[in-house]
């Protein structure tokens, strides 16, 4: 209500979000210096404000330390990639680290495209095992055969020019199953 008073002009919303951040900076022990300014703070308390303290200061480190002149006030490029990487750190336990920020996010996505798709096609590899015997059979010319591995579909795609390449991660979510149809003389 004092607050209120003190600024007649301003709604409920706004005194939450400046009470909230407050509270957030002391928590993380984050203050505005000469090298981690206001507008960074401004920046991870509407970005970031819910990843783990560890992550934040491994963000304020990259802020202060040349990533912020990257965003050059398009903060969209900078945030979706900072948010990636915190993703793919968090979905395979993986520790960011203060480094070099663009080194870092090239090396972990591409540390990420080899874990997630060995992670594919694992996943692919044990549900399709699970259902082989339901999905496969012969007939006299034909037999029904079962792809195992991510290469196997991206093989086929190649070959009939289609779009079966990019299932596994269907298959690995269990959402889907694919089979190849086999003429028995060919």
């Known amino acids: 209500v004092k ?13 939450v979000c400046i009470v909230g951040k ?9 203050k505005a210096d000469e ?7 401004d920046y991870m308390y509407s970005n970031f404000r819910d990843e783990s303290p560890y992550n934040i200061k491994v963000i ?23 948010r990636d990487m ?7 336990g993986w520790a960011l ?32 095992e699970f ?7 012969e007939t006299e010319t034909h037999i029904v055969v079962i792809p195992t591995t991510i290469e196997e579909l991206r093989n086929e795609g190649n070959a009939q020019g289609n779009c079966v390449g990019g299932y596994g991660f269907r298959i690995a ?3 889907r199953n694919v089979v190849f149809v086999r003429r028995k003389s060919n």
């Open 35 to 41: 090298m981690l300014t206001q507008p960074m703070l």
């Open 131 to 137: 259902h082989r015997n339901a999905l496969t059979f």
């Open 97 to 128: 680290e203060k480094s070099d920020f663009f080194r870092q996010y090239i090396n972990l996505r591409r540390a990420y495209a080899q874990a997630k798709s060995e992670k594919e096609s694992r996943l692919m590899r044990e549900y399709q």
């Open 60 to 82: 304020a480190y990259w802020l202060t330390r040349g990533a912020w002149e990257y965003h050059g006030g398009e903060t969209y490029n900078l945030r979706s990639r900072i």
């Open 22 to 30: 407050e509270l957030w900076l002391s928590a993380t022990g984050l």
């Open 173 to 175: 979510e269990k959402s």
């Open 3 to 15: 607050w209120w008073k003190e600024n007649p002009n301003q709604d409920l919303e706004t005194y």
């Open 86 to 92: 915190c993703r793919w750190a968090n979905e395979f």
